[in-house]
C-alpha cells in the first residue's frame, strides 16, 4: 500500500524530462510536498537538488536515519547539510553543476533571505524563478495516489457520521471541531489536513469562519469543513446541517440552491474542459438564481499531498482538466447576518466525466441535527 520505489523514480525521470524542456540543469526543491513527492522524505526541514545525472537531499542531524529509510532505492544520495542548508547547497552547486549551469528554485516558496544568501555565493545569473513547478507534475494523481485519497475521504466519511448526532444546541464550535478531528483520527488519519471550520449561525456567512467559542442555538446553520490525512494525501469535506429544529424555507430554498449547483457541477466536469469552464458549472445556477456576487470564491482546488494545489477552478483558469485529477466541488452561497451555506464533495475527473470519492449523504434539505 501506498506509493512504490517504481512510482517514486516514474517522478523524478518526469521531472528530469521537465528540465530538459526548461533548459535547465538541476532543481532547488523546497516546499515541503514537492520534496515529498519526488523524495518520498516527510521530515519538515531539507533541500532536495535534482539534477539531470544526480539528486541529492540535504538535511539535518534529526532527520537523517528516517531520510535514509523513506529515500531507500530511489538513487538519492542523502547528505548531512552544514549547520546553515544554504551553504551546503551553494557548495554542492559550485562543485558538481559546472560553471555555467542553470538551476531553476520554486521563487514561490524560496524565502527571500535564503535566495540572497545563495545568489551571493552562486551568482544570480545561475538561479532561475520558476512558479508552480514541479507542483504541476501533482495535477494528474496516478492510481495509487487515487486510492489514499479515496482512503482519506473515506476516513472524513466516517467522522461524519458519527459528528452528526453530536451537532446538537448548546455545543461549541470549537468543541465539535474537536470531535470531528478526533473522530477523524480514530478512524486512521495521521492528522486533520486543516483546521476544522465549524461556523454557526451568523458566522456560517464566512466562508473560511474559524470555529470559535460560539454555542449552537436552535435554528442554526451550521457549516462544518474538515479534511483528514492519510498517508500523506488529504481529504477536503463540507456540510451544512440545521441545528435543534425543521429549517425554515429560506433555509431550504438557500440550500436547495447549493445544492442543485453542486449537482450540476459534478454532472458536467469532464476532461478536456478549462478549470473556468467547470468553475461556470456551478456558477451559472447561482448567478441565475441572482446570487453570483454571494458566492464569492472559486468552485474548487485541486487535492493531494495539499489540501489546495493545482488546478484551481476559477474564472480565469486555463488550465484543461485531465483525467487522474482530483478536485473539489463546493459552491456555496453567503448572505451576511443571516448564514451561509456550502456542500462540498471530492471528484476525480474520468475518461468520460468524474467519479465523486466522497460518499457522506446529501439529503434535498438540510438535514436537523
Ligand atoms: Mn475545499
Avoid at 487535492?303 to 494545489?309: I, K, P, S, T
Amino acid at each position: 500500500m501506498g506509493i512504490s520505489i517504481e512510482e517514486r523514480k516514474g517522478r523524478l525521470r518526469r521531472f528530469r524530462e521537465l528540465l530538459a524542456r526548461e533548459e535547465l540543469d538541476g532543481f532547488i526543491v523546497v516546499s515541503p510536498e514537492n520534496r515529498r513527492y519526488l523524495s518520498g522524505f516527510t521530515g519538515s526541514s531539507g533541500v532536495l537538488l535534482v539534477a539531470l545525472e544526480w539528486a541529492v537531499l540535504l538535511t539535518d542531524f534529526r532527520y537523517l536515519e528516517q531520510a535514509a529509510a523513506e529515500t531507500a532505492g530511489t538513487g538519492i544520495d542523502l547528505q548531512k547539510q552544514a549547520k546553515k542548508v544554504w551553504e551546503s547547497v551553494a557548495k554542492l552547486l559550485l562543485a558538481c553543476a559546472g560553471p555555467l549551469a542553470r538551476w531553476g528554485f520554486e521563487s514561490d516558496h524560496l524565502v527571500v533571505e535564503d535566495y540572497r544568501f545563495l545568489a551571493g555565493q552562486v551568482g544570480t545569473d545561475r538561479l532561475v524563478p520558476k512558479e508552480g513547478f514541479p507542483g504541476r507534475l501533482r495535477m494528474v494523481k496516478s492510481p495509487a495516489e487515487i486510492e489514499l485519497i479515496a482512503k482519506a475521504t473515506a476516513i472524513t466519511d466516517r467522522a461524519w457520521e458519527r459528528l452528526l448526532p453530536e451537532i446538537k444546541p448548546g455545543r461549541r464550535e470549537e468543541e465539535l471541531a474537536a470531535l470531528f478531528e478526533f473522530f477523524q483520527r480514530e478512524e486512521g488519519a495521521s492528522a486533520a489536513s486543516f483546521p476544522t471550520l465549524v461556523a454557526s449561525g451568523p458566522r456560517s456567512a464566512m466562508p473560511h469562519g474559524a470555529a470559535g467559542s460560539r454555542v449552537l442555538c436552535p435554528g442554526d446553520l451550521v457549516v462544518v469543513d474538515g479534511g483528514a490525512v492519510y498517508a500523506g494525501y488529504c481529504s477536503d469535506f463540507t456540510r451544512t446541517v440545521v441545528v435543534g429544529e425543521e429549517p425554515g424555507a429560506e433555509q431550504e430554498r438557500i440550500y436547495s440552491l447549493v445544492l442543485e449547483a453542486q449537482e450540476r457541477a459534478l454532472a458536467g466536469l469532464k476532461p478536456g474542459m478549462t478549470a473556468a469552464e467547470a468553475d461556470a458549472l456551478a456558477r451559472e445556477v447561482l448567478e441565475e438564481a441572482g446570487y453570483g456576487p454571494n458566492f464569492g470564491h472559486g468552485l474548487g482546488h485541486g487535492l493531494g499531498l495539499a489540501v489546495h494545489e493545482a488546478p484551481h477552478l476559477s474564472a480565469g483558469q486555463e488550465t484543461v482538466l485531465e483525467p487522474g485529477m482530483v478536485v473539489t466541488v463546493e459552491p456555496g452561497i453567503y448572505l451576511p447576518d443571516w448564514g451561509g451555506v456550502r456542500i462540498e464533495d471530492v471528484a476525480v475527473i474520468t475518461e468520460e466525466g468524474c467519479r465523486v470519492l466522497t460518499s457522506s449523504p446529501k439529503p434535498p434539505s438540510p438535514v436537523t441535527s
